[in-house]
């Protein structure tokens, strides 16, 4: 779904309190996603993550810049645990495994798809 008109989304915080009332689908296991855009020509693409309790990500390397705003929760990879309101930004060609103990939603960034180790570029859809 490539972004037409600018995307607004004027109270963030009201949507991720209400969680349930968000159009999840199946992403990952234990991972859901609520697609925000999609540029099939670009890779670039934006999302919100909601991560269950001991969901985890498989090692990844991004072909672009990834920003990962954390909305609620906590997630961790190998640098470091994220509390809510922490924004993490990983530059191309660089890597990670993404976990919540706990669980999370974020919000994720990506310039460009990312490349699952073993499997190759990932598709949002």
């Not at 920003?67 to 645990?81: M, N, P, T």
């Not at 669980?103 to 460009?112: E, H, K, N, P, S």
């Amino acid at each position: 779904m490539p972004l037409m008109e600018p995307l607004v989304l004027t109270d963030l915080w009201a949507m991720v309190a209400q969680p349930d009332q968000i159009d999840w689908q199946p992403f990952h296991p234990g991972v859901m996603i609520h697609r925000l855009y999609q540029d099939d020509s670009t890779g670039a693409a934006a999302a919100l993550l909601r991560y269950a309790p001991g969901a985890t990500v498989a090692p990844h390397i991004h072909s672009g810049f990834e920003h990962i705003l954390v909305l609620a929760g906590s997630q961790q990879d190998q640098r470091g645990d994220y509390p809510v309101g922490t924004l993490v930004i990983n530059p191309p060609e660089t890597g990670h495994w993404v976990k919540s103990e706990a669980g999370c939603i974020v919000l994720a960034i990506w310039q460009r798809p990312v490349v699952f180790e073993g499997v190759g570029v990932a598709k949002l859809d």
